[in-house]
């Protein structure tokens, strides 16, 4: 079948098998390997990316759910060679280790502040409660993306 969806900014068409998951799609066809995949159950959020502004696990949605869908993926975070204020947190609280929950995390994190600007450390560890890490403890996940709430980008970068 045939899909044409808009990923990060840019319209993309390819024809596809229907049971094709969205993370391979993002992953394998585009060859966007930000986007990580995980387990295929929807346990580790590893895949998380936005569907029509919405943090949605990829691979618990097939490609052909996304026709015609907006989608962003970790990628799309960075504009301009300025890093968003999620990437640079995890820098600056080194929130990450081995880095492969990473990409979720900060789509999910994005999503997070764009809603709720001053998140308390509980309102994040909800928001993050659906993936997992199996390196950091999520104590510098959690600081990094405090420190982006306390420094929001003086640039459009996020819209």
């Known amino acids: 079948m045939q ?30 390997r930000g986007t990580h995949w995980g387990c295929d159950t929807s346990n580790c959020g590893t895949c998380v990316l936005w569907m029509d502004g919405e943090p949605v696990k990829s691979c618990t949605v097939l490609a052909a759910m ?34 492969f929950c990473t990409p979720g995390m900060m789509m999910t994190a994005r999503w997070l502040l764009d809603h709720n600007p ?8 909800e928001a993050i409660s659906g993936q997992i890490c199996r390196c950091t403890g999520y104590k510098n996940i959690v600081s990094a993306i405090r420190w982006a709430a306390e420094h929001p980008s003086t640039t459009e970068v996020n819209a």
Do not use: K
Request: with cysteine; charged share 30%.
């Open 118 to 125: 001053d998140p308390s450390e509980e309102e994040i560890r």
């Open 3 to 32: 899909v044409t969806m808009t990923v990060n900014g840019n319209e993309v068409t390819a024809t596809i098998e229907p049971r094709l998951l969205l993370v391979h799609f993002i992953r394998d066809h585009l060859l966007l």
């Open 66 to 99: 996304a026709n015609g869908r907006e989608i962003r993926t970790v990628e799309d975070l960075e504009r301009g060679g300025v890093l968003d204020p999620v990437q640079q947190g995890f820098i600056e609280e080194h929130g990450l280790q081995c880095g």
